[in-house]
């Protein structure tokens, strides 16, 4: 499985971003996919979570992520999304999609994608 991260780029804060993870190679539609994501000097934090058919979500228990950002799917499409509104300063991040049995720990992925910059000025 190949997985390609787009969607990344500079905005103010306040924006919107939303970023794609394509995957290629094999369907994903079997596995959880997950966004994490990690800024300069910090480790890799988990964002989001989708189970396979999308009936289920599970978000980051951080006070500074809860409700705006929303993880999504189109398994017609192998690609899942993650949409960030009123972004802040501190989501400056690469961002990282994962395939595999889900969860909010690195260990639970086996597949990941490249990440995507997104840096949000003020």
């Known amino acids: 499985v190949q997985l390609q991260a787009s969607g990344g780029g500079l905005v103010q804060a306040g924006g919107s971003l939303r970023l794609s993870c394509a995957a290629s190679g094999r369907t994903v539609s079997r596995y959880v996919m997950g966004w994490f994501r990690q800024a300069p000097g910090k480790e890799r934090e988990f964002v989001a979570a989708?189970?396979?058919?999308?009936?289920?979500?599970?978000?980051t228990d951080s006070d500074s992520m809860k409700g705006r950002f929303t993880i999504s799917r189109d398994n017609a499409k192998n690609t899942v999304y993650l949409q960030m509104n009123s972004l802040k300063p501190e989501d400056t991040a690469v961002y990282f999609c994962a395939a595999g049995i889900g969860s909010r720990y690195l260990y639970d992925y086996d597949y990941w994608g490249q990440g995507t910059l997104v840096t949000v000025s003020s």
């Open positions: 989708i189970s396979w058919n999308g009936g289920s979500t599970y978000y």
